[in-house]
Structures are given as structure tokens and as C-alpha cells.
């Protein structure tokens, strides 16, 4: 069985670019989160997709946007990346089969992002 | 406003004693709670949960004890044991309003030799 991936591991980008970061998800999971996890902080609930489609977002501003593709994998964009966008970006798939997530999330190693 | 929080960031626990580690949460509307353990450079791992129906779950050494009258919930480790040192995430959320997890900081736990 094959645990949540996540690509890159590590980036860096300076002020204004744009990053895609990508996430395959846990065999058998149809459900994927983002979240991002700042620097003595904990993890923060960006948004999570089901069904390739959006389903709950948390405080974060349009650019920050998804996808999730027939196979569950995912993506995660972010635009016009500021300096505060520096942080560990999580993604996390669980076996969703109704409504309602218990919570038991199954994370990646994370990504990395450093913005200067 | 943070709705969960873990107000030690830190806390050094003698190995074979019984590490507490202390969450609080302002959100009443919360019924379904988790610790979740980190190690450097990896995802953080499901450790155990409870529901609001409950005020006690037990796994092995992990033990979850829940009092929602004062919002609060706690991790008991007996024994603590080196592997355990880590960094240990309280999380909540609303099972039948939406699937947003809210975690807290951590606490940092440290196993004494």
C-alpha cells in the first residue's frame, strides 16, 4: 500500500511567482486536504477536495486554489506568493465515504516553500 | 482566535513516567477530537481520537480523557518511552458541519533518558 506522496519536497520562489505543489494520494483514498503549517505553528486547513471538487476552504485568499484529478492526486497553486507564504505545505487524504471526516488523516512529508 | 489550544510548548518527561499533555478548546460546537504526532521531517501520524459521546479512549499506552464541561482534553503516555519524544498536535472538528480539522500549536515532548 502506498502512503500520501508529495513533490517537491523542497522550493524555493521569490515574491510574485507562482508554485504549483502536487500530492498523490493514500491507494483507496478519495479525499484529499491541504493545509499549511507556518514556522511554531500548527497545521492550518487551506481547503480539501472530494470528488474533484472543492468541499470546504478555510481563511486563505483565492490565490491560494486546487484541483483534484480522476485518480485522487491532487495539485495546490499559489499566486502572487508573498514572503508570509514561507511554510511546510501539508496534504493529508483520508477514505471519505459520506458525509462528515472523522479527521483521521493520512499526511504526507510535506513541501517546503521558502519565499524571498 | 485560535479555537484549539495548547498552551505548553514544550514539556521533558522522565522515561517509564507518565507524560500529560493538556489541550483546550473554545468551540462548543466541536464533537470529534484528535492527537496527531509528529517526528522531524515527516507528516504528522493519527495517534488516537475520541468522540464527544465519550470521556475516556484507550490504546495501549495512550490514553485520551475528554471533559467537555470545561473544554478541555488531555494525552496520557504510560509508560513514556524514547520513541515518544516528539511533538504532539491536539485537533478538533465538527463531524456534521464540515471537514475542516482545526489543529492546534503542539507541544513539544521530550523523553529523558
Known amino acids: 500500500e502506498t502512503g500520501v506522496t508529495q513533490s517537491p519536497t523542497h522550493l524555493i520562489k521569490t515574491r510574485g511567482q507562482q508554485v504549483t505543489l502536487r500530492c498523490s494520494s493514500q491507494?483507496?483514498?478519495?479525499?484529499v486536504s491541504w493545509y499549511q503549517q507556518a514556522l511554531g505553528q500548527g497545521p492550518q486547513f487551506i481547503f480539501q477536495?472530494?470528488?474533484?471538487?472543492?468541499?470546504g476552504r478555510g481563511n486563505f485568499p483565492p490565490r491560494f486554489s486546487g484541483l483534484q484529478f480522476p485518480n485522487y492526486s491532487s495539485e495546490l497553486n499559489v499566486n502572487a506568493l508573498e514572503l508570509d507564504d514561507s511554510a511546510l505545505y501539508l496534504c493529508?487524504?483520508?477514505?471519505?465515504?459520506?458525509?462528515?471526516?472523522?479527521?483521521?488523516?493520512?499526511f504526507g512529508e510535506g513541501s517546503r516553500l521558502t519565499v524571498l | 482566535d485560535q479555537q484549539v489550544k495548547q498552551n505548553s510548548p514544550s514539556l521533558s518527561v522522565q522515561e517509564g513516567r507518565i507524560s500529560i499533555l493538556n489541550c483546550d478548546y473554545t468551540?462548543?460546537?466541536?464533537?470529534?477530537f484528535l492527537w496527531y504526532k509528529k517526528y522531524p521531517a515527516e507528516g504528522p501520524t493519527f495517534l488516537i481520537s475520541?468522540?464527544?459521546?465519550?470521556d475516556k479512549n484507550e490504546d495501549g499506552r495512550f490514553t485520551v480523557f475528554l471533559n467537555k464541561s470545561a473544554k478541555h482534553l488531555s494525552l496520557h503516555i504510560v509508560p513514556s518511552q524514547p520513541g515518544d519524544s516528539a511533538v504532539y498536535f491536539c485537533?478538533?472538528?465538527?463531524?456534521?458541519?464540515?471537514?475542516?480539522?482545526?489543529f492546534g500549536k503542539g507541544t513539544r515532548l521530550h523523553i529523558l533518558p
Open positions: 493529508a487524504s483520508s477514505p471519505r465515504t459520506g458525509r462528515g471526516n472523522t479527521g483521521e488523516l493520512f
Open positions: 475520541i468522540s464527544s459521546i465519550k
Open positions: 491507494s483507496g483514498h478519495n479525499t
Open positions: 477536495y472530494y470528488r474533484e471538487e472543492e468541499n
Open positions: 485537533a478538533a472538528s465538527e463531524v456534521n458541519r464540515d471537514d475542516k480539522i482545526i
Open positions: 468551540n462548543s460546537m466541536f464533537d470529534y
